[in-house]
């Protein structure tokens, strides 16, 4: 019974001292990230750019995610009789993310003729560095100049963000497992050992 109850606080000090140094670490981190703490400075200068491209990944990523319902919004609003411009303000006029504020922003640029529209849609997705966004850009630009039927090309371009969308989820949910390995031999690993090694050493000694 010593042996247990000695194996269980050997066990609770190791678990106790890794979150604490988990939560130190994170704490600097913090810190440098708040632009405070002794390491700030070096830390913007290495590491704000990657840290940017990031921020600037994720932005793309959730803006993805709202790209096809936006198409499809654009597509039923033009079935119903509206111009592509209706559409298009319909759509920012209803939803509330922001994707939507950003097709506002770029609506607003073109109707007070700032830039043209080809141009206003062009730097709304080179601003989030969206493949899908710039395909939409060009097609809506092409197919408005030479008045072609932009309604099936949506609703084309809305399946292929689509599966684009899913894919890159699918592939995001394939790494979670490699991202648990580290995790997993910190914190269950070293317990197993001593678990099983620990009666073993208590005989020896």
């Not at 913090?30 to 700030?40: D, E, I, M, S, Y």
């Not at 969206?130 to 809305?158: D, M, T, Y």
């Not at 399946?159 to 790494?175: G, L, N």
Request: glycine residues 8%; proline residues 3%; positive net charge.
């Amino acid at each position: 019974m010593m042996k247990v109850w000695l194996l269980a606080a050997v066990a609770s000090a190791l678990g106790c001292g890794f979150i604490v140094g988990w939560s130190f670490i994170h704490r600097k981190e913090f810190l440098k990230r708040r632009g405070r703490g002794p390491g700030a400075a070096a830390s913007d200068g290495l590491f704000g750019a990657v840290r940017r491209k990031r921020r600037q990944r994720e932005a793309s990523a959730a803006i993805e995610r709202h790209v096809p319902e936006m198409m499809d919004a654009v597509a039923l609003g033009m079935k119903a009789g509206l111009s592509f411009d209706s559409a298009f303000g319909l759509y920012h006029a209803r939803f509330d993310d922001e994707l939507a504020r950003a097709c506002a922003q770029a609506h607003t640029e073109w109707e007070s003729g700032l830039v043209s529209r080809e141009q206003a849609l062009t730097d709304m997705a080179e601003r989030f560095d969206s493949a899908p966004l710039r395909r939409f850009a060009s097609n809506v630009s092409r197919n408005l100049k030479f008045g072609s039927s932009i309604v099936r090309v949506l609703g084309a371009l809305s399946a292929e963000a689509q599966a684009a969308y899913r894919t890159r989820m699918e592939e995001k949910v394939a790494k979670v497992p490699v991202r648990m390995l580290m995790p997993t031999a910190m914190l269950i690993l070293p317990a197993m050992l001593i678990v099983v090694l620990g009666p073993v050493m208590l005989e020896l000694l």
